[in-house]
């Protein structure tokens, strides 16, 4: 397989894990570094690259579908919203920093459309959460840690 397929798929499973669709990108990345075939490095930047531009749809999807909530299609339920923008307005852009939780952190990336959260600290706040979660993943499964 060529290294734009292999890059391109851990991208794509990246971006889609962090968007309405069910998605492993830490199966994915954890496979690549495995078989070791390709730099820990440039792997971990793809899947954090597709992963945090999925969070972005996430974000504009809550920017400006937030009047179609209840609809089925809305990517987040609407008692997971309502409870993702409590703690928003608790904790603030803050956390944002929770957007790589497996439970909750994607409706944390919609809310924080909803609440008009300025892309650029929205970006930046997701960035550093989504790229330290797929270097500590990188970092175990290399027995770097643990």
Do not use: C
Not at 80 to 85: C, E, G, I, P, Y
Not at 96 to 110: K, Y
Not at 115 to 131: D, G, I, N, Q
């Amino acid at each position: 397989m060529t290294d734009f397929a292999v890059l391109g798929g851990l991208f794509a499973v990246a971006f889609v894990a962090a968007t309405i669709l069910p998605a492993q990108s830490e199966a994915a990345l954890v496979a690549l570094l495995a078989a070791g075939t390709h730099s820990p490095s440039v792997l971990v930047a793809v899947a954090s690259l597709g992963n945090i531009l999925g969070a972005v749809v996430n974000w504009a999807l809550g920017r400006g579908a937030v009047r179609f909530r209840a609809r089925r299609w809305f990517p987040v339920s609407p008692s997971t919203l309502d409870r993702a923008t409590g703690w928003y307005h608790r904790w603030g852009r803050w956390s944002l920093l929770l957007s790589w939780a497996p439970i909750g952190g994607d409706a944390l990336t919609v809310a924080a459309g909803v609440l008009r959260e300025p892309l650029w600290s929205f970006v930046a706040l997701v960035s550093v959460a989504k790229t330290a979660r797929y270097i500590v993943l990188a970092a175990v499964t290399l027995g770097v840690v643990g």
